[in-house]
């Protein structure tokens, strides 16, 4: 039954993989010598070009260490796919010579932090900004202009690397601009999360939120607690095909591991500092927690035994509240965690947390009768809230899903809000700071196209347009309430996204779409004109070799 409706769409997707992601959107390369994602604030066309030579400097000023940096990144890009070197030095002074590429810091300048002047002139290019990130955000733009070639890992022939003549004023709309990875139920190899950043920067998002934990998988080395990567991050099996209830399940058979070594963790927050990004990790409870009970049972109401999940859904089995083992376990767990991520927010999921073991636990009883509590829901408050204390004493602040709203709100959390938007407009008018994930239009990990021609998805219907309409800010709110809204991020569970190249059609280039969400005025935006700039700007993913969903269908 299913498996037929889906194998045109898998044959498809299979021939797609093949055919190394030719499509029919490389027609209008030329005719767009602008194809910027997402689009700059004010951008004026002037005539000629600049070209890149082996004589180009790339000059910086003042002498700074993070300037220096991106200098060489850039220089590395054209390195490889120019094969030719550019110097890179500080400069005497503010002023750009013939032939040069000058990166300025101007603190006086009046503009967000994030914001750049890029001017191109056929002698000069000149980047300013208040800040580092914002000189990033602009060797950003001049990357696009480029040639796609200039994204190859080997020097391509017969190239000009030019970018057209134009003066850019840019800033971002929203100063949090987030891209999720579900790296629980399926492991993605540590050189995966190193592209997905590479790709996220291209198109300016500075927050990578990792979902590190999960039923399926506890994927984190944590010293303290070596059974939760032994045990933890193995299933017995997976499901094959889509749940539909442990009656039609059928199971691979096949032992699927994967976990992130603490050196790893490292080199994923190091490159990702390096492109401006904050990778924010999530460390899923009370629900979502079946590896860490599988590998040490008594953080259960029960005390188990427990299977690291082999299907997808939401389990009942969650870390007991009543048991004071269980904080002291978690805030081990997170004690390491800060140790890793110099991020001011740290996730603890909060969702899908039935209540039905809490209810039966004499433990947890006992805690809500000795806190005064009302009912179960008030328990899991009393749970977030008591991590959120730990976490704030150490200098961090949470952020939790839109469930964690319910039985009242922990002191300082921001809210997630993925269940539509309602949770994000009561936080926000409770003066919570607000992320916007709505499922509807932030769900990288539903349909984009007809069904039966695409690969499995885990349902809904989210093609690139509706991504684009995306408006964050909810018209129900105040001016003073919009405030709240720090920006939205996309999505990415990946029960059905086995492999690199499956979360990489999943989402791209529905991720373009959301940037220009995120970093776009709202009056700016035009979806057949950010469609003519995406044709052009997909030659760029499509030599870097993304596997991204072709237009058109
Ligand atoms: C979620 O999608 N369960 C946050
Ligand atoms: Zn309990």
Redesign the pocket.
């Known amino acids: 039954m299913k498996k037929n409706a889906l194998f045109p769409g898998l044959v498809l997707f299979i021939a797609f993989l093949l055919a190394g992601c030719t499509g029919k959107d490389t027609s209008q390369v030329k005719e767009n010598a602008y194809p910027v994602i997402p689009k700059p604030v004010k951008l004026v066309k002037s005539s000629g070009q600049f070209t890149f030579t082996p004589q180009t400097e790339i000059k910086y000023y003042p002498d700074h260490a993070g300037l220096k940096d991106i200098g060489e990144y850039f220089s590395g890009m054209l390195n490889r796919s120019g094969g030719f070197t550019m110097d890179v030095a500080p400069a005497a002074r503010p002023r750009a010579a013939k032939n040069s590429l000058l990166m300025v810091l101007d603190t006086t300048l009046d503009m967000n932090p994030e914001g750049y002047l890029l001017n191109i002139t056929p002698k000069t290019i000149e980047i300013k900004a208040k800040e580092p990130r914002g000189i990033f955000y602009g060797i950003q733009t001049l990357r696009q202009l480029l040639p796609p070639q200039v994204e190859g890992a080997a020097k391509a022939e017969n190239v000009t690397f030019s970018v057209p003549c134009a003066n850019i004023e840019d800033q971002p709309r929203f100063p949090y601009r987030g891209l999720h990875l579900d790296v629980g139920r399926h492991f993605f190899p540590k050189d995966f999360i190193l592209r997905y950043l590479d790709m996220m920067a291209m198109y300016k998002y500075n927050t990578f939120h990792w979902h590190l934990t999960e039923d399926q998988g506890w994927r984190i080395e944590i010293k303290k607690y070596p059974k939760l990567t032994q045990i933890g991050s193995c299933r017995k099996e997976t499901l094959v095909g889509s749940w539909e209830g442990e009656k039609e399940a059928r199971y691979d058979g096949k032992k699927d591991c994967g976990y992130y070594t603490q050196e790893d963790i490292k080199e994923v927050v190091a490159h990702a500092k390096k492109l401006y990004i904050t990778v924010i990790p999530e460390i899923e409870m009370p629900g979502h927690s079946l590896a860490a009970l599988a590998s040490y049972p008594q953080l259960g109401c029960t005390g188990g035994p427990y299977e690291v999940a082999t299907h997808w859904g939401v389990f009942k089995d969650i870390y007991c509240a009543g048991n004071d083992s269980v904080f002291t376990f978690l805030e081990n767990v997170l004690t390491e965690v800060m140790d890793l991520f110099p991020s001011k927010y740290i996730h603890i999921g909060g969702?899908?947390a039935p209540k039905d073991r809490w209810e039966k636990c004499p433990k947890c009883q006992a805690r809500i009768k000795a806190e005064g509590l009302k009912d179960e829901h008030e328990l899991q408050n009393y749970f977030i809230s008591r991590i959120e204390k730990f976490l704030n004493a150490h200098g961090h602040n949470i952020i939790g899903?839109d469930e964690i709203l319910e039985g009242g709100l922990a002191p300082n959390a921001t809210v997630m809000s993925?269940r539509g938007i309602k949770g994000g407009i009561a936080a926000a008018k409770m003066k919570h700071d607000v992320i916007m994930t709505p499922?509807s239009y932030c769900y990288f990990d539903y349909y984009q196209g007809d069904k039966d021609k695409e690969p499995l998805a885990i349902g809904g219907f989210l093609p690139l347009k509706k991504v684009y309409s995306y408006e964050p800010v909810p018209a129900e709110l105040t001016p003073e309430e919009q405030k709240y809204i720090l920006g939205a991020q996309g999505?990415v569970?990946t029960e059905y996204m086995a492999t690199p190249d499956y979360v990489e059609y999943m989402v791209y280039p529905r991720a373009c779409a959301l940037s220009e969400v995120d970093w776009t005025p709202a009056g700016e935006k035009d979806y057949d004109d950010f469609v003519n700039r995406l044709k052009a700007n997909l030659q760029h993913l499509k030599v870097m070799g993304v596997h991204y969903r072709p237009l058109g269908e």
Request: charged letters at 30%.
């Open positions: 969702d899908e899903w993925w499922n999505n569970w």
